[in-house]
């Protein structure tokens, strides 16, 4: 019995037998859904339109195994009639904005729309408790923008980064740049209005509509003292995940929060590894490169970090950089650094396309050859040679 729900007055039981005496199984069991569907008893209503369907094929009333257990000519008829029983049912909690207990049915039968539909027109209250709705919409995939939205808007950017960076977003990219964009947007405004009020405050007149790069040539003392507007991991963490991102208005937003990093103190700026160990002064140019801003500039910039690397054996530059040159459509340019670079990595794991891939996506089969032979890899070797005549 659902928790929200009465017990059927006892008045109802005589009238569900009356309805049996006078007209039938079938009357009683549309008596029984009636009564159930009055009392918002749904969780019973649905088994009601059950027992109603076993009645109409002639089976048992009442189940005494899996579906499976019933005569084969009556499954397909009885799994539609469970479909159009959880669909009422799910759509009867939705109209009383029930969202936890509708999206029970709406799995139960494989359905998303009408609960992606519902999920899109609510609008909590202050007081509502929007966890349960947050999993539906994002731990159950049936609308992962809108439970981001949720938790953005309702518990701030730092919850909203702990979503992001808990998630793999790997293979829906449309929802992780979704995200990363709406936190760009997010911390971006948040500094902005934040530059303003310290520059208000230092007797500064400056505009609302103020970007951040004009803010922070008012005044050159805001970073005097260690001085930070906005939370520096959170920085940290919105600058990286900008790096996902493909030209956008977003993507420039990220790279002035890039270069506000730039002039933090060194002691707030956090520690990071090849080919971004000076953090925001490499993020810089890297959001620059995908933006389409300054471009040989950036590549070159990256290029004088593979000989150090590779004196300490870190692949990774030299990874990144392929992974750079790929996202520019620069498929010669990136073979050309794997050739160099990761020309013997062996069995080696790496963050881009091995050296094999890439000379294969080049039809570069020399190339592919040599790498073969360096990696002990006598199959692709062959099949290098061979593609080669």
């Known amino acids: 019995m659902d928790s929200e729900t009465l017990p059927l007055d006892p008045a109802a039981y005589d ?33 009601a339109l059950l027992l109603k369907a076993r009645v109409e094929l002639g089976v048992p009333p009442f189940p005494t195994g899996p579906a499976s257990d019933l005569p084969a000519d009556t499954h397909e008829r009885y799994e539609q009639a469970i479909v159009e029983a959880g669909r009422k049912v799910g759509g009867l909690l939705l109209e009383k904005g029930k969202l936890n207990k509708a999206s029970g049915f709406f799995r139960l039968i494989g359905e998303t ?12 209250g202050p007081d509502d408790d929007t966890y349960g709705v947050v999993e539906i919409a994002w731990q159950h995939g049936v609308h992962p923008k809108k439970g981001f939205d949720l938790i953005l808007d309702r518990h701030g950017v730092c919850s909203a980064i702990t979503m992001v960076g808990s998630a793999d977003l790997s293979q829906r990219p449309e929802v992780r740049d979704y995200c990363v964009k709406r936190l760009v947007v997010a911390l971006s ?13 230092r007797g500064v007149s400056v505009s609302d509509t103020a970007t951040v790069p004009e803010l922070l040539a008012a005044d050159p ?38 270069e506000y990093g730039e002039r933090l103190s060194p002691t707030l700026r956090g520690d990071a590894a090849p080919p971004f160990e000076n953090t925001y002064a ?13 471009v040989e500039a950036g590549l070159k910039h ?11 054996g870190d692949t990774y530059p030299a990874e990144m950089l392929v992974t750079l040159y790929l996202r520019l459509d620069r498929l010669t340019d990136a073979l050309a650094v794997a050739k160099e670079h990761l020309a013997n990595t062996g069995g080696q794991e790496l963050s881009c396309p091995p050296l094999v891939e890439l000379a294969r996506r080049a039809k570069d089969f020399a190339a592919l050859a040599d790498a073969a032979k360096a990696n002990a890899d006598p199959v692709n070797y062959l099949a290098g040679l061979i593609a080669g005549r």
């Open 15 to 47: 009238r569900l037998r009356a309805a049996l005496t006078a007209d039938g199984p079938l009357a009683a069991a549309d008596k029984l859904a009636a009564e159930l569907h009055a009392a918002e008893d749904y969780q019973g209503l649905f088994y």
């Open 282 to 294: 490499d993020y810089t140019p890297y959001l620059k490169v995908l933006a389409g801003i300054d």
């Open 221 to 258: 003392g805001l970073f005097a003292d260690d001085m930070y507007h906005i939370d520096t991991s959170h920085l940290n963490s919105v600058v990286q995940y900008a790096g996902q991102l493909s030209p956008c208005d977003e993507l420039k937003l990220a790279i002035q929060l890039s």
């Open 113 to 124: 729309e009408q609960m992606r539909a519902a999920l899109d027109a609510y609008t909590p």
């Open 189 to 201: 405004e948040q500094l902005r209005e934040r530059l303003i009020g310290d520059l208000r405050h």
């Open 302 to 312: 990256f290029h004088a970090k593979l000989a150090p690397a590779a004196q300490t």
